[in-house]
T-cell receptor
Framework: EDQVTQSPEALRLQEGESSSLNCSYT??????LFWYRQDPGKGPEFLFT???AGEEKEKERLKATLTKKESFLHITAPKPEDSATYLC???????????FGKGTMLLVSP | DTGVSQNPRHKITKRGQNVTFRCDPISEHNRLYWYRQTLGQGPEFLTYFQNEAQLEKSRLLSDRFSAERPKGSFSTLEIQRTEQGDSAMYLC?????????????FGPGTRLTVL
């Protein structure tokens, strides 16, 4: 059974204080690892897809990296508007459905 | 491209009533998914369609739940004889089904409250 564990559950940062969110996963074969951002009361917003170990992707202040067992979402010099829940999900080889972690709730204070 | 849309956005019902939700996917996407999300949890897979065919259903999907996608366009999710435990956010997503880029894009969700 595919499993995704995200840590920490919650993270509070000061504006400009860089940090990383962790996503550990077990899957029979990885088709893709996905990061989403979710604001309260809204649907998840797609951020990145990673396919193989060593791959990195960047978007503004966010950078996602992937190893064979985990993925990191690095947030550089965050701003209050980066406050949200960040969800990690895996898609197994041969399957289309996503298995999600519980998410990391990020709060960035000015 | 207006993205995935869902209606209604909020639904309050009494226990035992039936409810139906609608999802309109991104127009060129042939795959459509339903997920359920409760407070503090990530989305959990319920079912998915490729065109009009329902290809997979989760064990979470009891016989009170039924989903359809007539003509491979919009989809409906019906819950019969609702229970308080059905209270959740119901999310719809769609994807193009490409082998190496099957990214799912989510709609805004329908928040169901069962009293």
């Amino acid at each position: 059974e595919d499993q995704v564990t995200q840590s920490p559950e919650a993270l509070r940062l000061q504006e400009g204080e860089s940090s990383s969110l962790n996503c550990s996963y077990t899957v029979s074969g990885l088709r893709g690892l996905f990061w989403y951002r979710q604001d309260p009361g809204k649907g998840p917003e797609f951020l990145f897809t990673l396919y193989s170990a060593g791959e990195e992707k960047e978007k503004e202040r966010l950078k996602a990296t992937l190893t064979k067992k985990e993925s990191f979402l690095h947030i550089t010099a965050p701003k209050p508007e980066d406050s949200a829940t960040y969800l990690c999900a895996v898609q197994a080889t041969g399957y289309s459905t996503l298995t999600f972690g519980k998410g990391t709730m990020l709060l960035v204070s000015p | 491209d207006t993205g995935v849309s869902q209606n209604p956005r909020h639904k309050i019902t009494k226990r035992g009533q039936n409810v139906t939700f609608r999802c309109d996917p991104i127009s060129e996407h042939n795959r459509l998914y339903w997920y359920r999300q409760t407070l503090g949890q990530g989305p959990e897979f319920l079912t998915y369609f490729q065109n009009e065919a329902q290809l997979e259903k989760s064990r979470l999907l009891s016989d009170r739940f039924s989903a359809e996608r007539p003509k491979g366009s919009f989809s409906t999710l019906e819950i019969q004889r609702t229970e308080q435990g059905d209270s959740a956010m119901y999310l719809c997503a769609s994807s193009s089904g490409l082998r190496n880029g099957d990214t799912q894009y989510f709609g805004p969700g329908t928040r169901l409250t069962v009293l």
